[in-house]
T-cell receptor, first 112, second 111 residues
Framework: EAGVTQSPTHLIKTRGQQATLRCSPI?????VYWYQQALGLGLQFLLW???????NRGNFPPRFSGRQFPNYSSELNVNALELEDSALYLC???????????FGPGTRLTVL | GIQVEQSPPDLILQEGANSTLRCNFS?????LQWFHQNPWGQLINLFY???GTKQNGRLSATTVATERYSLLYISSSQTTDSGVYFC?????????????FGTGTRLKVLA
């Protein structure tokens, strides 16, 4: 069984640009979660999608957005990139809410 | 909001030693997970343990939900156990959902 996959592995952008990160959950999982791990700030919850709907978001500005597609894969978009958006972005999936979350390898975003 | 604190923040062990990592949380939670983050950033599930005790090989975990803490035991540590250990708690439902990671324990096992 394939695990959670994320693409790209690394992404380099300049300030003001937009970044798009992708995540494919484990087959059969309908919930997808996004997290940011920035240096010195630990792991922070960003977004939760379930059955194609955004269920909740963490304490992040609206320029962080995303969506979940009918096949349950998900996309995270970060608009108007700022230097402090540089971080490891992790995606996780679960069969349903309150079930074990399985994490992908992450996308390392660098904003110059 | 809910606080999740882990101790110790750093731990250095000689190979073969045992250790106990602790996770304290300030409010009732729906569930709790333990993860190991390897040097490449990959988070690996260790336990899904909202309450009770579970064991998997050299690792075991106990969560006492009524007292708001969880413990991760590592026995006969190996160099491959090195990395950062996180606990994470889930609280709330749709619209109020929060998934909060602890501050982490950085473990280094020496050969």
């Amino acid at each position: 069984e394939a695990g959670v996959t994320q693409s790209p592995t690394h992404l380099i952008k300049t300030r003001g640009q937009q970044a798009t990160l992708r995540c494919s959950p484990i087959s059969g999982h309908t919930s997808v979660y996004w997290y940011q791990q920035a240096l010195g700030l630990g792991l922070q919850f960003l977004l939760w999608y379930d059955e194609g709907e955004e269920r909740n978001r963490g304490n992040f500005p609206p320029r962080f957005s995303g969506r979940q597609f009918p096949n349950y894969s998900s996309e995270l978009n970060v608009n108007a990139l700022e230097l402090e958006d540089s971080a490891l972005y992790l995606c996780a999936s679960s069969w349903r809410k309150s079930d074990t979350q399985y994490f992908g390898p992450g996308t390392r975003l660098t904003v110059l | 909001g809910i606080q999740v604190e882990q101790s110790p923040p750093d731990l250095i062990l000689q190979e073969g030693a045992n250790s106990t990592l602790r996770c304290n949380f300030s409010d009732s939670v729906n569930n709790l997970q333990w993860f190991h983050q390897n040097p490449w950033g990959q988070l690996i599930n260790l336990f899904y343990i909202p309450s009770g005790t579970k064991q998997n090989g050299r690792l075991s975990a106990t969560t006492v939900a009524t007292e708001r803490y969880s413990l991760l035991y590592i026995s006969s540590s190996q160099t491959t156990d090195s990395g950062v250990y996180f606990c994470a708690v889930e609280k709330g439902t749709s619209g109020t959902y929060k998934y909060i990671f602890g501050t982490g324990t950085r473990l280094k096992v020496l050969a």
